[in-house]
């Protein structure tokens, strides 16, 4: 990392956002980790960064709440006069037929997914104006960009992601902030515990590296989009070329 960034990621009390929060604040970042429910698990990934001489803060918020969203962001310019980067990482999903799906489910898929990306992109997108600088990147979904049967609310949430990601890139760049998507295929994470040991093979089969990805290549992708100046407004595919 080329120098010191302040950083704000959304949802990474566990999963790829916990990897990601992680990994930049033992780099040297300051990074504000952002929880919902895990607390706990949050407060242990505070314990192992100070114990290794480095610095993390941890903030609870519901992010698919307007106000607790707001909050976080201004909690963390509050705190270091700026934001450089923020990752839009916390999300939810649901596996049920288009036909089974309640009102409730739809509001919350696109509520916690996008909506939120609205509400934290908004605030902070406020503060890079005034910075000239910034680095937004989005954690959609390879079901984004195809569609998967049994998840249309979560494919419709991430696919709006991706738009808000291209139409934003439009209308920042001028200001220098570059937003981009990354587009994970199947993940070892907790939001994946549903599938058997049967599906996690016949998915297997399908990708060409003939393996499922874990957190770290996320995170591997977020470090390089942090370090590089020309890229923005795409979505960028980390799935073992699952989907080419
Ligand atoms: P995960 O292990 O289930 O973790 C989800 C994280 O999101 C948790 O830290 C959770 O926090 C947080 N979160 C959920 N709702 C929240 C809310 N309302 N406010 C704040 N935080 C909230 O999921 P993951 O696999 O790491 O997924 C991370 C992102 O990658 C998601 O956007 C997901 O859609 C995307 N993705 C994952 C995969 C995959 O295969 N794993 C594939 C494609 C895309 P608490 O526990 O504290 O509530």
Redesign the pocket.
Known sequence: MKEEKVVVV?????????NIAEELALLGNKVIL?????KE??EHIKERVLEQGAEIEIFG????KGDEARKLIDFCVGKYGRIDVLIN?????QIKLFTDLTDEDWGNMIQ??LT?CFYTTQEAARYMINQKEGCIIN?????GTTGASCEVHYSAA?AGLDGMTKALAKELGPSNIRVNSI?????K????SELSEDDINNITQEIPLQRIGY?QSITNCVKWLINDDYTTGQVISVNGGWMI
């Open positions: 959304t949802g990474a009390s566990r999963g790829i956002g916990a952002n929880y919902n429910k895990s698990q949050a918020a519901d992010i698919s990482n916390a999300g939810i999903s916690t997914n939120s954690i959609s979904s390879i079901w991430k587009a994970p295929g199947i993940i994470t907790e939001m994946n957190p």
